[in-house]
């Protein structure tokens, strides 16, 4: 017997015999226990590496092994064939997505065959494949009948050299990956599903034990992720103007401190608002750095606070006072309604804002902690506490003395409120998700909007 173990005859030999007999083939048999061993499809990038052996390795042991065990194994191979990659590669190499995508898969079918790993390929599955996408056609059409796919406009990144839209890992450090050029923001009308429609029923399943299959940590993330909140809508008019600003607070009890408002830099109204102005050119300039800007680096925390004087005041419904209007990059267009009260005695953004700015700051709850001088405030107090400042919520309503502690006291409050200021609403921190980045998306798009 040879000392070294010969790959290339042994397992050349093996494969024929597993190909001509197929072994790995699978057909449905009732009187077998099914066992479905499925991998994470590579991306068709045209070799595989170590990671790829890795996976499959891991994956073909679990297969034999339950098929050793009596198990009908399927054990299916494919190929996450269809997405932006694919055309960024074409365009780099000059040649159709389609070829650079199917030689890419062949290439990598003989590895994996050379493996000798146990799958059945006549289940293969390519993403790209028509027979397959049909599908997600099919799915996506269903989703528009119901109402539950829908068009909204929205700022996405935008590359003024390569024209195109870019997903945000094609943004390094502001500027294109391709081509280099800056990247800026620009609003395009884009497919989004109503996932909201089903917030409320998934946080009830959370709790009432359907989903206990789950565990706690994912059932904890999904809370956090639809980050449910109470508050309600305020408007605030525009001094010697007929536009309002809509504003979403869940601490309607601070509205006394509000001192003043922030607009996202892309809130629609900004520029009609300083033009011709002498505000105009800062505000234009602060809109142009903000724009090379990606979320992350907006609401970082750290970050020290900037933002721009717009030219106007609104009104406070109920001190009456003016307000200064400004822009600033810590306020999102695609978070609430774009526009934010400042309630820089209780909200530490805003309290970084209003010292950096030299705005007023107006405690109007004091939570009584020896600690805390309120009127002499280092840092935002968020702390619940006694109401003071606050006009007629302090001494008429009954709320007066109120302490800010548990949801259910704020939304009583709100109620009690609102006819006041505006309607009671439930407000979701993430509004909707899109599958931004799917290259499927645009096909999908093509598809309904031929139907329409
Ligand atoms: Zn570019």
Redesign the pocket.
């Known amino acids: 017997m040879e000392e070294r173990y010969n790959f290339k005859e042994i397992e050349k030999k093996w494969q024929k015999v597993w190909e001509d007999d197929q072994t790995f083939k699978v057909t449905e048999d009732p009187s077998m226990e099914k066992f479905y061993c499925l991998e994470m499809f590579p991306y068709p990038s045209g070799k595989l590496h170590m990671g790829h052996v890795r996976n499959y390795s891991i994956g073909d042991v679990v297969a034999r092994f339950k098929k050793m065990d009596g198990f009908n194994v399927l054990h299916p191979m494919g190929f996450d064939s269809f997405g932006l990659p694919a055309e960024n590669a074409a365009i780099q190499h000059g040649i159709h997505p389609s070829t650079w995508t199917w030689d890419n898969i062949h290439e990598m079918e003989r590895q994996l065959r050379e493996l000798g790993l146990s799958y059945d390929w006549d289940r293969e599955c390519c993403t790209c494949s028509e027979d397959y996408y049909r599908w997600m056609q099919w799915i996506f059409i269903q989703f528009y009948k119901r109402g539950l796919a829908y068009k909204k406009e929205n700022p996405v990144n935008w590359?003024p050299?390569?024209q195109?839209v870019?997903a945000n890992e094609q943004v390094v450090d502001g500027v294109?990956e391709?081509?280099?050029?800056p990247v800026t923001k620009k609003n395009l009308s884009q497919w989004y599903f109503k996932i909201t429609d089903y917030a409320d029923r998934l946080l009830e399943n959370l709790d009432n034990g359907k989903l206990d299959g789950w565990p706690q940590k994912v059932r904890l993330m999904q809370k956090n992720w639809i980050g449910r909140s109470y508050g309600c809508e305020v408007d605030f008019k525009v001094k010697d103007s007929d536009e309002v600003l809509t504003v979403f607070t869940t601490r309607v009890d601070t509205i006394y401190g509000t001192t003043f408002m922030v607009l996202a830099p892309e809130y629609p109204t900004v520029l009609e608002n300083v033009k011709g102005t002498e505000y105009e050119k800062d505000v234009l300039d602060y809109i142009d750095r903000v724009n090379h800007m990606n979320e992350i680096e907006r609401t970082s925390t750290t970050a020290e606070k900037t933002g721009v004087f717009i030219g106007k005041y609104a009104i406070n419904p109920f001190t009456h006072k003016e307000m200064p209007i400004y822009i600033s990059d810590y306020v999102l267009m695609g978070y609430g309604t774009g526009a934010v009260m400042g309630v820089p005695a209780h909200d530490q953004r805003d309290f970084e804002f209003a010292t950096k700015f030299g705005l007023e700051i107006t405690p109007v709850v004091d939570p009584q902690d020896p600690e805390v001088d309120v009127n002499n405030l280092k840092e935002a107090c968020a702390a619940s506490g006694i109401m003071i400042n606050s006009g007629e919520i302090t001494v008429d309503a009954p709320y007066s003395g109120w302490l800010t502690e548990t949801e259910g006291d704020t939304h009583a409050y709100l109620l009690e409120i609102r006819n006041a200021i505006g309607e009671l609403e439930i407000s979701f921190k993430k509004t909707e998700r899109t599958p931004a980045g799917n290259g499927c998306l645009q096909v999908l798009g093509f598809e309904v909007k031929s139907e329409e």
């Open positions: 590359c050299s390569c195109t870019l294109c391709r081509c280099k050029t």
